[in-house]
């Protein structure tokens, strides 16, 4: 399946998509790719809040994009690969089975399934600004990142291959 009928999936269910994802074999190439892409989106989901940002304040709007640019497509990754190795230590003292490749593919495809809702979270900071609207389009993306992340995980926790 292509990436973006497998993020319409995850939404119906993800631990299926998870497993179907494992079952392709150990493809790191995927998960950087993974990871990657979904931290673009990440950074495209900024640009209209720091539009925004840049007109209210005054300020240089390149400035602001390029610490966005860095932040997501340098910073982030190492730091997602630290907490997935974080969540494979924590899996492996709670006894489970899972490889560092089981545990990184389910954050990884977390981010990535999760993202058209952080770009409805940048449009909603771009458009209507800080106000409980963006506060519950953030609660709602948190929420459902937290079940595919969790739900990948139940997949790595008694994944050994």
């Known amino acids: 399946m292509t990436a973006t009928r497998d993020i319409v999936a995850s939404y119906r269910n993800p631990v299926a998509v998870v497993s179907r994802l494992l079952g392709q074999g150990t493809r ?3 998960n950087l790719i ?8 990440f950074f495209v989901a900024q640009t209209p809040r720091l539009a925004r940002e840049a007109f209210i304040d ?10 966005a640019l860095m932040a997501w497509l340098f910073i982030a990754p190492l730091l997602l690969y630290g907490l997935a190795g974080v969540t494979y230590l924590v899996l492996k003292l709670l ?7 089981s545990t ?6 977390a981010l ?22 963006l506060q519950i ?23 050994s291959t």
């Open 28 to 30: 790191e190439d995927r």
């Open 34 to 41: 993974y990871l990657m892409v979904a931290c673009l989106i």
């Open 58 to 67: 005054g300020t240089e709007l390149n400035m602001l994009l390029g610490a």
């Open 95 to 101: 006894r489970g089975n899972p490889t560092g490749y």
């Open 104 to 109: 990184r593919l389910a954050l990884f495809w």
């Open 112 to 133: 990535l399934a999760s993202s058209p809702l952080v770009l409805l979270h940048g449009i909603t900071a771009g458009f209507i600004g800080p106000g409980l609207e």
């Open 137 to 159: 389009v953030g609660l709602i993306w948190f929420c459902i990142f937290l079940w595919f992340w969790i739900s990948g995980l139940r997949v790595a926790y008694g994944s």
